[in-house]
């Protein structure tokens, strides 16, 4: 099964549906707008199932995607390789209640948008600062500007201003 735009939640735990495929970047609009270039695609295997009364989708993400170095301005393959432990919601208490342990998706009439999904996932993933792997060598090896000593301002003792105070009178 390929990757579809979006899935019925039910059905795809029941069913235990898997999704291996990939995914062409062009297919991915908020994406592209951040890459080098479109071309390319995204690896994805995903597994559908209930875990311990939610549906769970698991799997992983990946792929070389073309970004364009923030330092040098060419564009460099950054290879991407993203775990996924979803749990697809139905409400706001249960995405609340798993918060803690899993990465809980809220799912509206027992839809996912399973591409939308995937590509928020990416788009999470993506460096800040995208630099090629000379660049990342080059500002590896300088070395680390000393950080000024912050000195902690002197403030006077207020009981030394008060004993002031008080001698002064
Ligand atoms: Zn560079």
Same mark, same amino acid.
């Given at each position: 099964?390929?990757?579809?735009?979006?899935?019925?939640?039910?059905?795809?735990?029941?069913?235990?549906?898997? &999704? #291996?495929?990939? @995914?062409?970047?062009?297919?991915?609009? +908020? %994406? $592209?707008?951040?890459? =080098?270039?479109?071309?390319?695609?995204?690896?994805?295997?995903?597994?559908?199932?209930?875990?311990?009364?939610?549906?769970?989708?698991?799997?992983?993400?990946?792929?070389?995607?073309?970004?364009?170095?923030?330092?040098?301005?060419?564009? &460099? #393959?950054?290879? @991407?390789?993203?775990?996924?432990?979803? +749990? %697809? $919601?139905?409400?706001? =208490?249960?995405?609340?209640?798993?918060?803690?342990?899993?990465?809980?998706?809220?799912?509206?009439?027992?839809?996912?948008?399973?591409?939308?999904?995937?590509?928020?996932?990416?788009?999470?993933?993506?460096?800040?600062?995208?630099?090629?792997?000379?660049?990342?060598?080059?500002?590896?090896?300088?070395?680390?500007?000393?950080?000024?000593?912050?000195?902690?301002?002197?403030?006077?003792?207020?009981?030394?201003?008060?004993?002031?105070?008080?001698?002064?009178?």
């Amino acid at each position: 099964m390929g990757i579809p735009a979006r899935i019925r939640v039910s059905s795809a735990a029941a069913q235990a549906e898997r &999704y #291996d495929g990939d @995914l062409p970047l062009k297919s991915l609009p +908020r %994406l $592209v707008e951040l890459l =080098a270039d479109a071309g390319g695609a995204l690896r994805v295997s995903l597994q559908a199932q209930s875990r311990e009364g939610h549906v769970a989708l698991q799997g992983s993400l990946g792929g070389a995607l073309p970004l364009a170095c923030k330092r040098c301005g060419k564009s &460099y #393959d950054w290879p @991407l390789q993203a775990e996924v432990d979803w +749990r %697809l $919601v139905a409400d706001e =208490a249960s995405e609340r209640a798993l918060m803690q342990d899993f990465e809980p998706l809220l799912v509206e009439d027992d839809e996912l948008q399973l591409r939308e999904a995937i590509e928020d996932e990416v788009l999470l993933c993506l460096p800040m600062l995208p630099r090629c792997e000379s660049c990342e060598n080059i500002v590896a090896a300088q070395p680390v500007a000393a950080a000024p000593v912050e000195e902690e301002p002197r403030r006077e003792n207020p009981f030394a201003a008060l004993k002031k105070q008080l001698k002064s009178d």
